[in-house]
């Protein structure tokens, strides 16, 4: 499991339980709201951990933002060389 995904996991777990121990309204309040933004985090992470599972697939030659339409099963052929973005 991706690291930065593990710490916002383990902080929002940790905000939560200080939540549950809050002594006053505003406390109670305070640590939800830092558990939704660290589970916010840990969304991001998750997406870029799957993100970059999908791009290590990749073929080599594929070219990412490729402005031709594909569909599945087309072959990846390699962009022009000298071709500026």
Do not use: C, N
């Amino acid at each position: 499991m991706d690291v930065e995904l593990d710490y916002w996991t383990s902080r929002r777990r940790v905000e939560f339980e200080m939540a549950r121990g809050a002594t006053s309204r505003e406390a109670l309040l305070i640590h939800q709201q830092l558990a939704r933004r660290y589970g916010d985090q840990a969304r991001q992470a998750e997406t870029a951990a799957l993100v970059g599972l999908v791009m290590a697939q990749a073929p080599v030659g594929y070219v990412i933002d490729d402005p031709r339409l594909t569909t599945i099963g087309d072959p990846v052929t390699e962009a022009p060389r000298g071709r500026k973005a």
